[in-house]
């Protein structure tokens, strides 16, 4: 029987090659939810052909992951610590894997979106614990900096193989593909984490705040409901209401969590101008590059005319140039200062969005390619800092709240990016369609280009929703900017310039 590390270690411990090992299939959980979390946006267009979803259907099937991802992660970091990290784990891998399994065999739009939903709650137990295993198996400060390291590239090179294990699998195979290749690579994550992760958990936990968990689920959905309800179908009653549920059960949650002994949240955390100066910098940067991205893809295969791996490949200037960054930020901050180097990331991220918008009219791949490693490199730098400010901007014993709550800021980032600006979108597509082109196919033109594609053959009125569709991403990647320029001018205001970069870890 293999032995099962303990879960203390004396502070001189170096991690030895097992420990390694385990960071492996922590790194390969990472890896998979980056991926998935960029794979559907590719998909998207033969998604449409074999469900066809409306346009407000498409939009849930995207986010509807990171919205139960971002609403459950504190909740889950607070299980894995009370019944152990290892256990949530595993039974977090056999979930994704189920619901990855459910989601490759949709066969119409809602059972898609409930499949998208439980892949969301698995990946939330996921996560917080792949951190919490990190700090138990390397005791040694500088390894497990290596190691956290090797975490956050794990998420990022994820994000970039998303688009390109998506094209290669669409190219291929059928859209469910895109789920289903999880399944395999779960199994041998629970084969692995069995017998290499040690087990551990909080020695004084406290009780799980069950009241507080609910009420900050239905805060996140409720708000996010009301804003996707006010753009697509204007004030309504139905917005109203929503939002009203959502702003009470966060004042409620917000409440709850100053008076109880052992709070979910930390909400005192805020009250520190540094930390939600660099969250508020993080969400909106997700927001803006997600938001675009989830239409990007669709504008390189339906209006451009590109297979699936073709759109991978040309997204890669992005994905790329936001990793290679990473080598210039130690001379960046030490010039800049933390703030001053995170607003000029955004701001740079800013231009390139702009100039993505130019590009989109333009012929040929040379101008967009430009803008996306401009994008990239302010992109990459924003995120690489944002999350060292978040969490150096807080005492060492409370790094594993301010953590979390980075976590979730960048999930309901990613979320709330699709729903406003993926919202948006479809607002201005519909609004640039000329009535007689809206109404071909039954009014599936004026559902999503991608309907449009699928009833509407070759010829004028595909012409005009392809052109109606990029006239509405141009404006979206405007209004992306401006949110960027917003997001800029806080982080250089609020985040404190200190010139060395923080070593939280």
Excluded: C
């Excluded at 001189?12 to 980056?34: C, F, N, P």
């Excluded at 909080?202 to 753009?231: H, M, N, T, W, Y």
């Excluded at 390619?369 to 730098?381: H, R, T």
Aim: proline share 4%; hydrophobic share 55%; glycine share 10%.
């Amino acid at each position: 029987m293999i032995r099962v590390l303990q879960p203390v270690q004396s502070p001189s411990t170096l991690a030895g090659r097992r420990e390694w090992a385990a960071l492996a299939v922590l790194v390969l959980a990472v890896v998979l939810l980056a991926v998935d979390s960029t794979v559907l946006a590719l998909a998207v267009p033969s998604l449409t052909a074999a469900l066809e979803p409306t346009a407000g259907e498409l939009l849930w099937i995207a986010d509807v992951y990171s919205f139960a991802l971002a609403g459950l992660l504190v909740l889950m970091g607070g299980l894995a610590d009370r019944f152990g990290r290892k256990r949530v784990l595993l039974i977090g891998a056999a979930g994704f894997g189920a619901a990855s399994a459910l989601a490759a065999v949709a066969t119409d739009p809602m059972s898609l979106v409930a499949a998208r939903a439980a892949q969301g709650v698995a990946a939330a137990t996921l996560m917080p614990s792949t951190l919490s295993l990190i700090r138990n198996l390397f005791t040694d400060a500088r390894q497990r900096t290596r190691a956290i390291a090797l975490w956050s590239a794990g998420a990022s090179g994820g994000a970039v193989l998303g688009p390109l294990v998506g094209g290669v699998l669409l190219e291929h195979f059928w859209w469910g593909s895109v789920f289903l290749i999880n399944v395999p690579i779960m199994v041998v994550l629970l084969i692995a984490g069995w017998f290499l992760l040690p087990e551990s958990r909080d020695p004084r936990p406290g009780r799980l705040d069950g009241v507080g968990a609910l009420q900050s689920i239905v805060a996140v959905l409720a708000a996010v409901f009301a804003i996707k309800e006010l753009v697509s179908h204007g004030p309504t009653a139905t917005a109203f209401g929503a939002g009203a549920l959502g702003i009470g059960a966060a004042v409620l949650f917000v409440r709850r969590q100053r008076r109880i002994p052992n709070p979910l949240v930390d909400v005192r955390l805020f009250r520190n101008r540094a930390f939600s100066g660099a969250l508020a910098s993080q969400l909106i940067a997700l927001l803006a590059l997600t938001g675009l991205l989830f239409f990007f893809s669709q504008y390189l295969q339906l209006v451009r005319g590109h297979t699936a791996l073709e759109a991978g490949l040309r997204e890669l200037p992005l994905m790329l140039a936001s990793l290679a960054v990473v080598v210039a930020v130690g001379p960046l901050v030490a010039r800049l200062g933390l703030g001053r180097a995170i607003g000029a990331g955004l701001a740079v991220a800013g231009a390139g969005l702009l100039a993505l918008a130019g590009a989109e009219s333009v012929d040929g791949y040379g101008w967009l390619a430009a803008a996306l490693v401009v994008i990239g490199v302010g992109f990459g730098l924003a995120f690489t800092l944002s999350t060292d400010a978040a969490v150096s901007a807080v005492e060492p014993h409370r790094a594993g709240t301010a953590s979390a709550l980075s976590e979730t800021s960048y999930e309901l980032g990613a979320a709330l990016g699709v729903a406003l600006l993926g919202s948006l979108q479809t607002v201005l597509y519909r609004a640039q369609l000329p009535q007689e082109v809206a109404d071909l196919g039954g009014g599936a033109v004026r559902e999503s280009l991608a309907r449009a594609a699928e009833v509407v053959g070759p010829g004028g009125g595909l012409d005009v929703a392809r052109e109606s569709f990029t006239g509405a991403m141009q404006l979206t990647a405007v209004a992306a900017a401006l949110m960027l320029a917003v997001a800029a001018a806080t982080a250089w205001r609020v985040i404190p310039s200190t010139r060395s970069r923080p070593s939280h870890h």
